[in-house]
C-alpha cells in the first residue's frame, strides 16, 4: 500500500477462519500495511489452522484442557505472541473471553470484530438475537478489546438492513461480506497510526480517500 514497514499481527480464532482469510487476502494482495506472523485457536480442528497453513504461516493449537485456568492458557498464548513479535492481535471468531492479564499485556493492541451494532447484541449468536428482536438494522463492529465481553471502544461499524425474508443463514452471510471489508480497513489505520483512543470514543487521524462519516460507517452510506 505504502512504502512503510509492515506490522505483525497475531490472529486468534476459534473455527471457520473467514476473517482471517479476508486479512491473509488483504497482506497478500498489499491493500493493508501487514504481515499475518502467527495464527493461534483453541480448538484442534479449526479451519482457520488448516488456512494458515496453506499460505504458509505458523499456526498454533493451544489446548485449553491442558491449562487449569484461562490465565495459564493465555499465558501460553503470549509466549507465542512475543515469540512471533506480534503487535496487534486480532480475535477473529475467537470463542473465549480474555483474562484481564492478556488485557493488561496488550492494552490497545487488540481487535475483535463482532456481528452486530455493538453495544446492541454482545456475545453469542448475535444474528439471531438481532432477528429475535426484530431489529431492521444490524451490522458488524470492529472494536479494541477491555475487559468486558465487546464493549470496547468502537473503530468501525457497518450497517446492513434486516429483511422480512432473512434467516440467520442470510443475514449472517450479509453481514460477513462487511466483516470481510471493515475489519481490514481498522488493521490499516492502526497499522498507519492514525487511531487515537480517548474514553470511550476512538478518533481517527488525517483524511485520505474516505470521508471521515465513510471511514466510521459502512454499509448504508458505502452500499
Ligand atoms: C464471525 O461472524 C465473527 O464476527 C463472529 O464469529 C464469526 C467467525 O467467522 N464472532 C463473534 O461472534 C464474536 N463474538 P469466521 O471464523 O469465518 O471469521
Known amino acids: 500500500m505504502s512504502g512503510r514497514e509492515k506490522i505483525r499481527l497475531g490472529v486468534l480464532a476459534s473455527g471457520r477462519g473467514s476473517n482471517l482469510q479476508a ?25 482457520a489452522l488448516e488456512l494458515a497453513g496453506r499460505h504458509g504461516i505458523d ?61 446492541a447484541f454482545p456475545g453469542l449468536h448475535a444474528q439471531r438475537q438481532a432477528l429475535r428482536y426484530g431489529a431492521k438494522l444490524s451490522g458488524c463492529t470492529v472494536h479494541f478489546v477491555d475487559e468486558g465481553v465487546d464493549t470496547g471502544p468502537i473503530i468501525i461499524q457497518a ?26 480497513r481498522a488493521i490499516q489505520l492502526f497499522a498507519e497510526g492514525r487511531l487515537e483512543i480517548r474514553g470511550r470514543r476512538v478518533y481517527c487521524h488525517g483524511t485520505d480517500t474516505l470521508q471521515q462519516h465513510e471511514t466510521y460507517a459502512w454499509g448504508v452510506t458505502n452500499p
Not at 486479512?23 to 479451519?47: K, L, N, P
Open 23 to 47: 486479512i491473509i487476502d488483504a497482506s497478500e494482495a498489499g491493500t493493508i500495511d501487514a504481515v499475518v506472523a502467527i495464527v493461534i485457536s483453541d480448538a484442534a480442528d479449526a479451519r
Open 59 to 119: 499456526a498454533a493449537f493451544v489446548d485449553p484442557r491442558l491449562h487449569a485456568t484461562s490465565e495459564d492458557f493465555d499465558v501460553a498464548v503470549i509466549d507465542l505472541l512475543r515469540k512471533h513479535e506480534v503487535e496487534l492481535i486480532c480475535l477473529a471468531g475467537f470463542m473465549r473471553v480474555l483474562s484481564p492479564h492478556f488485557i493488561g499485556e496488550y492494552r490497545n493492541r487488540i481487535m475483535n470484530i463482532h456481528p452486530a451494532l455493538l453495544p
Open 159 to 184: 450497517v446492513v438492513p434486516v429483511l422480512d425474508e432473512d434467516t440467520d443463514e442470510s443475514l449472517s452471510a450479509r453481514i460477513l461480506t462487511y466483516e470481510h471489508r471493515i475489519y481490514s
